[in-house]
């Protein structure tokens, strides 16, 4: 793009995955003229042009100047694919707010440059520069001059000044200017029309040259193919706008009727409240006529009001809302069949609006479009649907985030602490900031106000900033797949394109020198176009898609990226999510182990059916949990209810004479049921509740006995509840009964206690406070059994060389267990664990490598086996294979200080435990940067990153996250994996088959009519209907119905099609038909038959060939259309319809990929009959029938010769496919012969020093200030070392 000055070029999104260049240009008139000129000339070429290449658009029309004075933007990806495209630079003016609020240069909301909205404002004018890419807002900052991202609060804001500067709701003025320079709090996603969809189909530069094609065909009255070939492209271009629309229709279904969804499915229940989120603004009120709520409910997000109604009206049987609006004072709801009017507990009623506005000034109701970033929000009732991301300030709220995570289980969000620091509110805590934050598109379930008596939240993003709007932008616009097999089809058309131009060169040389005139010498030339590039390859490429896509959905695996199910055939590392996917999504109690200062003590089996006895254990079990009750179900976190459950307690809410008690009104208490004997108290309340965080692994509450004492329990992962405990309290074998459960796979969860004082209000308290000098309790057991179906398919994606990797969340050693049970990790193998930590004081990062090795523990006989450090190593045990497991923390530190070692670790990097969604991303990510194809199946729960950054996402659950995943199966088991990849081998086997046989099709084509050019001949339209009609279009829709092999063998097929099997293959057969085209045209001239004046030869076939004389008058005149008939055409046309024949038999690849090719019997017998028409043909003397084709007859000997010459071909081309071109061991052979190596970069990582005896270092500790730290060493796993390469 040349030399840009500063100021013309910049970053957009720096660092974020959708980064961006971004250059300025001025449009400049005289260009533009000039363009415009073009247009007109060159018949609307150049446009065309422009819209492949928007780049090329932008240099045309414009001249580089700085991004302040740009009028139009250049954007360019900083990925691989550097995809160009182009934005006009629109202004938004602020100078209709003058009227309204009097708004001027030096007004006190305008002069503060703190935010980012004051610095785009243009003084004095009062306008802002804007782009907008893909649905999101970019302005441009004066003060520090770049575009940057609006419509979502500064993240450098500390959470004091989030209180203070947001803490009252923003001024009227502060609002309009948010408004108009945010835009609206909408995510439209517009259902793209048929006809948008068509269009940009059809400029598809393919199916532009079928219309050249078509054109060109109509012109020379070849009418029949081109309407088969407009019918082709019809299908094909329905199928695909179909494919894009159902995408689209599928995106707004689960954007829009999901944002009503809950209001029709809660219609039943006979209590149902709408709740409320209120606007505040600290500037009075609207006039009244501005507050009503005058917009429709036409299934669009966009203009749903925002409902603020505790006291409406049940409403039962809803089946559909049409509209909805106000009208002097009434609320009108329309439903299917009638009108109802809605007001406290009747219907058909006319309603006061003054009933429904608040008396307290400033609290105002608006429609949820009209929000914008530092709006606060009260929440009032319950069943609250986010239009918005906003962060918690006052009181608590209990969220349903499984439109986001998949998982539909209660999340308790927490006030945002005010916390006297300039650090940004993101990170001020170690605990995740997503605690305090309620996302679009999440239900809150509860709201819990604090002593204000209120919810308030602070808008934080609008729109598509928003944690909802970033899923539906990454459907909108997919990450752009690196196929080499899509840019090797392009290369494969432009050496076509190039042969079909020496072609064209040839037939102007020979028909100039004819004397032919002009017009027909272009038009055979343009001819020459048509036959060498096939204008059915597409329809034909898309039918083998389409087909694989049935198969899968046959089997219950749903795609939504078509596209993608070739990349799958190319799958050599599968990565799996734990907990849902290889393990049962439920926890089953097992049991718990209780300790006292003797030590741990028996273990207590819930499978006995015995209580639990009384103690500070069985109270932490009742009340240490995050559960909620709602209509009278108790909901929440699985585990949680399992433990619960095993307590037998009752849940409820405390009444108003509580306190009498201890206990505050309404708050949450558990209670022993009635059976329960030997329980001294009467209840415990929930008074406080410090949530989980996956970054702490723990939660902790606190609670108050009825009429006893004030106590906090915490519950989380082992080694983090100890470390707050009094060491004494903790039994010294800890360690080992710790590593007796989590080796056998057990999901284990330590509880501790303590007292507190009463004196203290709950609120005061810290959680530092709270959660220090606990006393150990105990170790919960719940069993998390693996599915029937894990085992045999690791074995079966091992077995084929397929890399499994499995990234969690859950604990490393209960990780690692379960590898080991599924066969991830067999029993000759080592584990190596890996223990990263960072920096910490004076001593560097470090990190250290431990063998892992199995014992069995003598004292419990009956269980399996515990987790032991070795801590001597002999030099013969680093023998045999080896699996790298670390944490998430260990991960990051690597990726930090020790980038070096990274690849290396990945090469044998098995187990990832204790990663956060963000990580699963890197992980796949890193792998990728190895070249490996990475596959990721997940049950949806945190994985929608990971699944959107694999080549291939798989998920397994068919909640909204799924939409992140190209593939979604109904089986919730990870047997789809195999399928997938099986299916994925066949379709890209497939569409090789279909490259190959189409480009033979075409040179068969293509060299015929090249020798017929010689002698100013060609063939006819029939003869050309009959081969690309009868012949090609019947092989190419019925060639890819073969179904997947049933074993996954341990190699991959080719991923590239100038590899050296295909190239030779294809180039073989082209030599191998032109040498039989050439010795058919050269030997029928040689016949003595053979006279250019004689048109038939069937007159004198029975006698001798040897005696054969012909007079002058002897010829056999036939009604053909002399242009075309000849005994050269005759021959060619036999020898080149039969050839694509035979060539469709011997492409047609059966095992190790696809079913062998005898069971597609569509296909073979379609063969058999085109087989049987052409010898028939060739060997009846139908004088109609020959005329109709152009053809002479010829003696029964040569009808012989030209069936022997068809049989050579097939004999030779098939010999030559089996026992060359498939011949994997001879290839392999060749390859070590020539010394060739593979130059992936995973294998180039495992060929470094796969002898070093110094790797993998074992009982070593290194740091990163160490010069030698992460020097390059590599270690090759014979377990995943496979003989396949790519050929």
Same mark, same amino acid.
Request: hydrophobic share 40%.
């Given at each position: 793009m040349g030399h840009f000055e500063k100021g013309q070029h910049a970053l957009l999104n720096e660092g974020e995955e959708n980064e961006m260049e971004i250059f300025g240009y001025r449009t400049q008139g005289c260009r533009k003229s000039l363009c415009l000129a073009g247009s007109i000339f060159s018949f609307g070429i150049l446009p065309l042009v422009f819209y492949w290449r928007p780049a090329w658009h932008v240099w045309a029309h414009c001249v580089p100047c700085s991004l302040q004075e740009a009028d139009t933007v250049l954007l360019r990806t900083t990925d691989e694919f550097q995809i160009y495209s182009w934005k006009k630079v629109i202004w938004i003016y602020l100078s209709a707010l003058n009227s309204a609020f009097g708004l001027t240069p030096d007004h006190p909301v305008i002069t503060d440059e703190e935010d980012i909205i004051n610095r785009a404002i243009r003084k004095p004018d009062l306008k802002v520069r804007c782009i907008k890419v893909q649905k999101i807002r970019y302005v441009w900052n004066y003060l520090e001059g770049q575009f940057q991202k609006i419509g979502s609060l500064e993240d450098w804001l500390s959470s004091a000044k989030i209180h203070q500067k947001f803490g009252s709701g923003l001024t009227r003025e502060e609002q309009e200017i948010r408004r108009l320079i945010c835009g609206p709090n909408t995510i439209d996603v517009e259902v793209t029309p048929i006809w948008k969809l068509l269009i940009k189909e059809v400029l598809n530069p393919f199916y532009i040259f079928q219309l050249f094609s078509v054109c060109l065909w109509f012109s020379e009255d070849y009418k029949e193919y081109a309407f088969a070939i407009i019918i082709m492209s019809i299908i094909s271009i329905s199928l695909t706008v179909y494919d894009l629309r159902e995408v689209s229709r599928y995106c707004w279904k689960k954007n829009y009727i999901e944002q009503i969804g809950w209001l029709h499915s809660k219609s039943a229940n006979s209590n149902l409240i709408w709740a409320s989120l209120l606007f505040i603004s600290n500037r009075g009120t609207l006039p009244s006529s501005e507050m009503r709520v005058s917009s429709h409910l036409c299934l669009l997000v966009s203009e749903m009001p925002v409902f603020s109604y505790s006291t409406l009206s049940l409403i039962q049987q809803i089946s559909l809302i049409s509209q909805f609006f106000w009208t002097d004072g009434v609320y009108c709801v329309f439903l299917k069949d009638k009108d109802i009017f809605l007001h406290e507990g009747q219907c058909n009623q006319e309603v006061n609006i003054d009933t429904f506005l608040p008396t307290n000034a400033g609290v105002q109701e608006l429609e949820s479009h009209v929000l914008v970033p530092g709006d606060l929000l009260i929440l009032t009732g319950n069943k609250v649907l986010m239009p918005c991301d906003a962060v918690l300030i006052e009181g608590s709220c209990v969220v349903d985030e499984g439109m986001l995570t998949g998982e539909s289980i209660p999340v308790t969000k927490t006030p945002l602490p005010k916390v006297d620091s300039s650090v940004p509110w993101k990170t001020q805590s170690e605990a995740d900031y997503k605690r305090h934050v309620l996302f679009c598109g999440t239900e809150v379930i509860q709201a819990k106000a604090a002593c204000s008596g209120t919810v308030r939240a602070v808008v934080l993003q609008t729109g598509f900033n928003t944690a909802k709007g970033d899923l539906v932008r990454s459907i909108l616009y997919p990450k752009p797949m690196n196929f080499k097999l899509y840019r090797d089809a392009i290369r494969f058309l432009l050496c076509l394109v190039g042969t079909a131009t020496v072609g064209m060169i040839y037939t102007l040389c020979v028909y100039v020198l004819s004397g032919e005139p002009p017009e027909e010498v272009m038009r055979k030339a343009l001819d020459v176009i048509t036959i060498a590039v096939p204008p059915a390859l597409p329809a034909a490429l898309t039918t083998g898609i389409i087909y694989a896509q049935r198969r899968l959905k046959k089997s219950g695996i749903f795609c939504i990226s078509p596209q993608r199910i070739n990349v799958c055939g190319q799958l050599n590392l599968v990565c799996f999510d734990k907990t849902g996917t290889l393990t049962r999504d439920g926890l089953d109690l097992w049991g718990v182990v209780s300790c006292d200062r003797n030590g741990f003590q028996e273990v207590h089996s819930f499978a006995s059916g015995q209580a639990l006895p009384w103690g500070p254990l069985c109270a932490a079990m009742a009340s240490c949990h995050s559960l909620i009750l709602l209509d009278g179900t108790i909901q929440g976190d699985p585990l949680d209810l399992k433990m619960f459950e095993a307590t037998t307690w009752e849940m409820a809410f405390s009444g108003d004479d509580f306190h009498i008690k201890g206990v505050p009104a309404h708050a949450m208490v558990v209670k022993p049921c009635r059976t329960a004997s030997q329980v001294p108290v009467e209840g415990i309340a929930i008074l406080h509740q410090f949530p989980f965080s996956s970054a702490l692994q723990r939660m902790t @509450?606190? @609670?108050?006995?009825?009429?006893?004492?004030? /106590?906090?329990?915490?519950?989380?992962?082992?080694?983090?509840?100890?470390?707050?405990?009094?060491?004494?309290?903790?039994?010294?074998?800890? #360690?080992?009964? /710790?590593? %007796?459960?989590? +080796?056998?796979?057990?999901?284990?969860?330590? $509880?501790?206690?303590?007292?507190?004082? !009463?004196? *203290? *209000?709950?609120?005061? $308290? +810290?959680?530092?406070?709270?959660? &220090?000098?606990l006393i150990f309790l105990g170790l919960l057991i719940l069993e998390n059994r693996l599915k029937e179906e894990t085992k045999p398919v690791l074995e079966e994606l091992i077995s084929a060389q397929i890399r499994t990797v499995m990234i969690t969340g859950d604990n490393l050693q209960t990780a690692i267990t379960v590898a080991r049970k599924s066969g991830m990790v067999s029993e000759n193998q080592k584990v190596i664990l890996i223990e990263a930590n960072e920096t910490n004081g004076s001593s560097s990062a470090s990190i250290s490598w431990t063998l892992v090795e199995e014992k069995k523990h003598i004292t419990y006989g009956n269980q399996d086996n515990y987790i032991n450090i070795r801590d001597e190593v002999s030099d013969n045990g680093r023998e045999g294979s080896y699996h790298f497991a670390l944490t998430g923390k260990s991960f990051h530190v690597i990726s930090q200080h020790f980038s070096s070692l990274l690849p290396k670790i990945l090469i044998n990097g098995t187990i990832f435990a204790r990663m956060s969604p963000g990580q699963k991303s890197s992980l796949v990510e890193e792998f990728q940067k190895l070249d490996y194809f990475v596959g990721m199946c997940g049950d949806g729960a945190n994985d929608c990153g990971?699944?959107?950054?694999? *080549? @291939?996402?798989? &998920?397994?659950?068919?909640?909204?996250?799924?939409?992140?995943?190209?593939? +979604?199966?109904?089986?919730? !088991?990870?047997?789809?994996?195999?399928?997938?990849?099986?299916?994925?081998?066949?379709?890209? #086997?497939?569409?090789?088959?279909?490259?190959?046989?189409?480009?033979?099709?075409?040179? %068969?084509?293509? #060299?015929? #009519? /090249?020798? $017929?050019?010689?002698?100013? !001949?060609?063939l006819s339209n029939y003869q050309f209907l009959f081969q690309d009609l009868a012949i090609t279009t019947l092989i190419g829709v019925t060639m890819n119905l073969n179904g997947a092999y049933p074993k996954l063998v341990p190699f991959r097929p080719a991923g590239r099609l100038i590899s050296p099997p295909l190239l030779l293959s294809v180039i073989f057969n082209i030599l191998l038909s032109l040498a039989m085209h050439i010795a058919g045209f050269i030997l029928v001239q040689r016949q003595p038959w053979y006279s250019m004046e004689i048109h038939s030869a069937c007159t004198v076939q029975n006698e001798s060939i040897s005696d054969l004389t012909l007079s002058p008058a002897a010829p056999e005149k036939m009604e053909s259309n002399s242009a075309f008939t000849s005994f050269e055409n005759t021959t060619i046309w036999f020898l080149g319809t039969i050839n694509c024949i035979i060539v469709a038999l011997v492409f047609s690849k059966g095992k190790p990929f696809r079913q062998p090719t005898y069971t597609n019997y569509v296909f073979v017998l379609v063969l058999i009959i085109q087989l049987g028409v052409c010898l028939f043909i060739l060997f009846a003397d139908i004088p109609e029938l020959y005329r109709r084709l152009d053809l002479l007859c010829t003696p029964i000997l040569w009808r012989v010769s030209i069936v022997i010459m068809l049989s050579l071909n097939f004999i030779v081309s098939l010999v030559a496919e089996e026992a060359v071109i498939e011949n994997r061991a001879l290839w392999m052979m060749i390859k070590r012969c020539f010394g060739y190596q593979s130059k992936s970069q995973y294998r180039i990582w495992q060929r470094d020093l796969a002898g070093d005896p110094s790797w993998p270092p074992l009982n070593q500790t290194s740091h990163s200030d160490m010069p030698e730290c992460g020097r390059g060493v590599s270690y090759s796993n014979p377990v995943f070392e496979s003989n396949e390469e790519q050929l």
């Open positions: @509450v606190i @609670v108050q006995e009825m009429g006893g004492d004030r /106590l906090a329990f915490m519950k989380g992962a082992p080694e983090r509840v100890a470390s707050f405990c009094q060491p004494e309290t903790v039994p010294t074998s800890f #360690v080992s009964e /710790l590593q %007796i459960y989590t +080796t056998q796979g057990f999901r284990v969860i330590a $509880l501790a206690y303590k007292k507190l004082e !009463n004196d *203290h *209000h709950t609120t005061a $308290l +810290t959680r530092e406070t709270v959660e &220090s000098d990971a699944l959107k950054m694999a *080549h @291939v996402g798989i &998920s397994l659950s068919e909640q909204e996250a799924s939409v992140a995943s190209p593939f +979604t199966s109904k089986t919730p !088991n990870i047997e789809c994996v195999p399928h997938l990849i099986k299916e994925g081998r066949a379709a890209l #086997v497939t569409s090789f088959c279909m490259f190959k046989y189409m480009a033979l099709y075409s040179m %068969i084509q293509y #060299v015929g #009519v /090249l020798l $017929l050019y010689w002698e100013t !001949n060609s």
